[in-house]
Each structure stands twice: as structure tokens, then as C-alpha cells.
């Protein structure tokens, strides 16, 4: 089996010729004030319309040019407009349907992620839509209310469509989010952040080169889809809901002056209370909520430091440089708002989030992340590994076999806890319900999953490496949600070319 040491070194980037500046293993200088930075931009809600007592958003993948670089024009990928997507609201009990058209000339597939939904509704790589064609997915939204996102999962392109920018984010309100005394003014005081990062030609164009171990990891961040941004605050208090939807890298976001900021929510929902801390720790796919509380007329900025012990990847010269110590400064924020004492936070987000859950009897399933493979085994649509015909949780242990590559393994249509790490030293953010989890080299975790609660025997679900190299490369498995006694009855047509 390849485990390490196959695919070598050799390969650094270097910082090219680019007007950003290239990150360094020393702080670079905080980059506060620099007269540069262009305002970040705020992804729209997405529009919708009311018909027939469900929400109709549609969602049109589209090809354009965006000012990514000063100066730049750069061809995109979008939905909806030219680079990203519209962030879509949704609130607990809506049906709605998310109509994708691909205007692209290239098959795709859109995944919602984080969703509990049927899994003909999911998008997975059997949901695949044609150049030209429409695919719609309907669903009643019934799970808390979170940050998701939504991405391609085309069969194997999956990282060059989001490195495009087939990325937007979904926001799911509940009963509880609307109580809560947080900040929630789309734009104003709950502000989206979508971490990306790429690489650049001259000319200001993509460079779509795949790195053999990095796949298509950048060298320039953006920031809801351009590098050096500000964002000019105009309350004392800011929610940022911030999704890591780069291919390949990890964050370990922090304020430059160390201050303390609250977590309020992972990816699957709120905490059962905030989380003081000073330092956020997000893999590919993953999403945290925060709290920062500002003093007027100061400037901060949002930074990823990096990850002091590497992740536990050896730092020898055959590991792979998967740049988890560079820091790179995320976002510049002005504090414009005038004096005030801010309340306290709530001390309560959402009790049920720490309620117990009842692992008797569980069933136990093991994955074991290998290079490009899962237990051996390389993705192939027409395989489903295994069948799931009960609603209670499971146990699944997920270990990296690799001694110096890291995973961040995902599972669809799900949330789980960490019940537990074993087989590292290193320590990571695995605290509240998640979809996404962190895995260092040679470390096991042990996961509590709650699935959604659907049947279908046609349509698997997902469970992969978020690391979109790694799951385009093979590292991704199908498991189905049956009715007990039903067995797999795979819908082999992938492609639906549907009526427009
Ligand atoms: Cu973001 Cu298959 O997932
Ligand atoms: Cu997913
Ligand atoms: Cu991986």
C-alpha cells in the first residue's frame, strides 16, 4: 500500500511574481491600515420566490470575470453572478427547492452541505447535471439552525469547479437563532466569511496546475472572493460566520492582538454555551461562528497564525509541506462604531447541543484514511460500501494510516461528536456537532454520528476526505439509508439531462 514518501517534495511553489504579498513562517507585519486593502465584498441573499407554499431559489452556475487581484480581471467561476454564490436563508420548516442550472460547458453536481435531506436531493456525484441542463432539489429544512455551504461534487472535478468558484454559503434560522440576543443583520453585524485561496498567472488568470501532493492549493487568500480586504465595522459587536472553503488548507484563525473572542457555533449548529478562546481551528469544509467584541476607532485584523506543531506532519524534508505554519492576515476590521458598554453574551446558545446521547448498543464501523484510498479502497460510483437500515447513532472510528499526510474527513447527511482522539500528541478544535473532522497523521478519532433520517435505496450518501485532492484523487466512500430488508439498488444513470 502507498503510504507515504511515493509522492515527494520537490514541488515548492515559490511566491511568483504576484502583487500580494506571499505569506512567511514569520508573522508577516500586520497589514492594519495599509491604504490597499478593498473593502470586502458581502455575498447577496439569494433571491427567492413563493409558489405553492414552498421557496424557490434558483441557482444559475455561470462564467464571468471578477476583480480578485487589484487590477486583475480574472475568468470565473459563479452562481448567480461571476465569482461565488449568493448566501441562501432558510429557516427550520421551509420546503424549498434549489434550482441549479449549469451554464457552464463542463458536467457538475451541486452538493448542499451539512443538509439532512434525501439523498436523490443531496447532489452528490450521482446527481450530476449536464452542460446546459437544470437539476432542482426539494427538501423541507429540519435540522438547527447552522452555517452550511454549498459546492460542486462533480465526479473528480470537485476541486478545480470550487477553485473556479462554485461556492456559496447556506444560512439555516430556527426558533432559536431568532431569540438569541446575537448579532444577526445579514451585511451588518453577521458578516460571511469564505476562505479560498488559488494561484495566479500574470495575467491575473488561474493557474490550474496540480501540485502531485497539494493538489490545487493556493498561494494568494481570498476573502469572499478577493485578497486584502477591510471591512469597516459599524457596531462594537460582530458575528463573523466563517467557512474554510479552500481545497486543501487548513486555518488556525486568531486575532492579531490575541484577544479573546467567543465561539458561538461549529458546523452543525450553536454550542450549548460560548466558547471563550483566542484561536479557531478550521480544515477544508468546516465552519465556525464568532463573536468578536470591538473597541470603537481601534483596527484589528482577522489572521490565520498557523499551526505551531504542524498539524503533527514531520517537518523533515520527505514530508509534505502542507503550509500549516504560514500566517497570513485574513482580514483588516475598522471599528466605526461610537461608545457603549456591549451586554454580556448569552450565557445559554442551545442546551440541547450538550444533551447525552445514548450509544448502547451502537453499531461500530471503522475507516482507515490511506493516501488516496479508505480502507483500501478507492471511490467508484458504483460500489455502495455499506447499507445503514436503522435510526439510531453510530459509532465510527476514522483513523489516518498516513504518517505524514493529514485528512479532514466529512460525512453527509449527518452531524456527529468527538467522543474521543487517540494516536496523537497534537491537539485540535473537535468540540461541538460537526460534519467535519480533523485527523493528523497517525492520530484516531472515535465519532458519535446522527444520520438524517430518509430511505432511499437508489441514491447513496458520501463520506470522504474534504481535502479536495484527496477526494478527487479516490479517497471517498458511498453508504446507502434503507429501509430494514431492503437491499442496494444503485441508480446507475448518473447524468440526468433533465427538461430546462
Ligand atoms: Cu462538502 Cu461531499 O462535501
Ligand atoms: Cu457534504
Ligand atoms: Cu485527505
Given at each position: 500500500m502507498i503510504r507515504r514518501r511515493t509522492f515527494l517534495a520537490g514541488l515548492s511553489l515559490g511566491c511568483a511574481s504576484l502583487m500580494v504579498g506571499c505569506a512567511t513562517k514569520?508573522?508577516?507585519?500586520?497589514?492594519?491600515?495599509?491604504?490597499e486593502l478593498r473593502p470586502l465584498p458581502i455575498p447577496p441573499l439569494a433571491d427567492s420566490s413563493l409558489g405553492q407554499g414552498r421557496r424557490v431559489f434558483p441557482l444559475h452556475i455561470q462564467r464571468g470575470t471578477f476583480e480578485?487581484?487589484?487590477?486583475k480581471h480574472t475568468p470565473t467561476w459563479g452562481f448567480n453572478g461571476p465569482f461565488l454564490g449568493p448566501t441562501v436563508r432558510i429557516s427550520r420548516g421551509e420546503k424549498v427547492d434549489l434550482v441549479v442550472s449549469n451554464d457552464t460547458d463542463e458536467d457538475t453536481a451541486v452538493h448542499f452541505h451539512g443538509m439532512l435531506l434525501p439523498a436523490d436531493m443531496?447532489?452528490?456525484?450521482?446527481s450530476a447535471i449536464a452542460a446546459g441542463e437544470s437539476w432542482t432539489s426539494s427538501f423541507t429544512?429540519?435540522?438547527?439552525?447552522a452555517t452550511l455551504w454549498y459546492h460542486p461534487h462533480a465526479h473528480g472535478k470537485t476541486g478545480l469547479q470550487a477553485y473556479r468558484g462554485m461556492a456559496g454559503m447556506i444560512i439555516v434560522d430556527d426558533e432559536i437563532s431568532a431569540a438569541?440576543?446575537?448579532?444577526?443583520?445579514y451585511g451588518v453585524d453577521d458578516i460571511p466569511l469564505v476562505l479560498m485561496d488559488a494561484n495566479f498567472h500574470e495575467?491575473?488568470?488561474?493557474?490550474e496546475t496540480l501540485d502531485?501532493?497539494?493538489?490545487?492549493?493556493?498561494t494568494v487568500i481570498l476573502v469572499n472572493g478577493i485578497s486584502g480586504a477591510k471591512f469597516d465595522a459599524s457596531t462594537n459587536r460582530v458575528r463573523f460566520r466563517i467557512l474554510?472553503?479552500?481545497?486543501m488548507r487548513f486555518h488556525n484563525l486568531a486575532l492579531d492582538d490575541d484577544r479573546e473572542f467567543a465561539i458561538i457555533a461549529t458546523d452543525s449548529g450553536f454550542l450549548a454555551k460560548p466558547r471563550m478562546v483566542r484561536n479557531a481551528q478550521l480544515g477544508p469544509g468546516g465552519r465556525v461562528e464568532i463573536v468578536v467584541d470591538l473597541k470603537p476607532g481601534e483596527t484589528i485584523a482577522l489572521m490565520s497564525k498557523g499551526f505551531a506543531d504542524n498539524?503533527?506532519?514531520?517537518?523533515?524534508?520527505?514530508?509534505?509541506?502542507?503550509?500549516?505554519q504560514e500566517q497570513n492576515q485574513l482580514l483588516a476590521i475598522h471599528a466605526l462604531g461610537q461608545g457603549g458598554e456591549l451586554p454580556p453574551?448569552?450565557?445559554?446558545?442551545?442546551?440541547?447541543?450538550?444533551a447525552p446521547l445514548d450509544l448502547e448498543g451502537a453499531i461500530h464501523r471503522s475507516f482507515e484514511l490511506d493516501t488516496f484510498s479508505i480502507n483500501g479502497q478507492q471511490m467508484d460510483m458504483?460500489?455502495?460500501?455499506f447499507l445503514i437500515d436503522h435510526s439510531l447513532p453510530e459509532v465510527w472510528t476514522v483513523t489516518?494510516?498516513?504518517?505524514?499526510w493529514i485528512h479532514n474527513f466529512h460525512i453527509h447527511n449527518s452531524s456527529f461528536q468527538v467522543l474521543e482522539i487517540s494516536g496523537t500528541g497534537v491537539e485540535f478544535d473537535v468540540f461541538g456537532w460537526k460534519d467535519t473532522v480533523t485527523v493528523p497523521p497517525g492520530a484516531t478519532v472515535k465519532l458519535a454520528v446522527l444520520f438524517g433520517q430518509y430511505r432511499n435505496n437508489h441514491y447513496p450518501y458520501m463520506y470522504h476526505c474534504h481535502m479536495l485532492y484527496h477526494e478527487d484523487s479516490g479517497m471517498m466512500g458511498q453508504f446507502m439509508m434503507v429501509n430494514k430488508g431492503e437491499i442496494a439498488q444503485l441508480?446507475?444513470?448518473?447524468?440526468r439531462h433533465h427538461h430546462h
Open positions: 514569520t508573522s508577516r507585519m500586520s497589514a492594519v491600515g495599509q491604504e480578485i487581484l487589484p487590477g443531496d447532489g452528490g456525484p450521482h429544512v429540519e435540522q438547527p439552525a438569541l440576543e446575537l448579532p444577526n443583520t495575467d491575473g488568470s488561474f493557474d502531485p501532493v497539494l493538489g490545487l492549493q493556493g474554510n472553503g479552500s481545497n498539524l503533527g506532519v514531520p517537518e523533515d524534508a520527505n514530508a509534505p509541506d502542507f503550509k500549516l453574551l448569552p450565557t445559554v446558545l442551545d442546551d440541547s447541543a450538550d458504483s460500489r455502495v460500501d489516518n494510516g498516513n504518517s505524514d441508480d446507475t444513470a448518473f447524468t
